[in-house]
């Protein structure tokens, strides 16, 4: 089994930037692909960013492409959302999932397991 845990979520204001972090246990974690999503109150799941189990294969929803950084350290067991240019749009409980789709997948009943999720507050 894999556990995540995201942090790094708060306030900020439009045009600032969070940088979100999400920690693995097990030994496991270079196995799986790992993706962002995000929900707002009364919306579904939202795909953000994904990544392969190598970090060397990413790919974004449009709406945050340009913005947003996906990127993996296995040696640390983290996945990171490395988020500019914040929009009020932007602003949702932001969630790390896992996955053993290669290559991640931005549909969120492919994913196994999930964090409790990191909520990002965008002021405008």
């Known amino acids: 089994q894999v556990q995540l845990v995201e942090s790094g979520g708060g306030l900020v204001q439009a045009g600032g930037s969070l940088r979100l972090y999400c920690v693995a246990s097990?030994?496991?974690?270079?196995?799986?692909?790992m993706g962002w999503f995000r929900q707002a109150p009364g919306k579904e799941r939202e795909f953000v960013a994904a990544i392969n189990w190598g970090g060397g294969s990413t790919f974004y929803a449009d709406s945050v492409k340009g913005r947003f950084t996906i990127s993996r350290d296995n040696a640390k067991n983290t996945v990171y959302l490395q988020m500019n240019s914040l929009k009020p749009e932007d602003q949702a409980v932001y969630y790390c999932?896992?996955?053993?789709?290669?290559?991640?997948?931005?549909?969120?009943?492919?994913?196994?397991?999930w964090g409790q999720g990191t909520q990002v507050t965008v002021s405008s």
């Open positions: 097990g030994r496991t974690f270079s196995r799986y692909a």
């Open positions: 999932g896992a996955t053993t789709v290669k290559g991640g997948s931005s549909w969120y009943k492919d994913y196994d397991y």
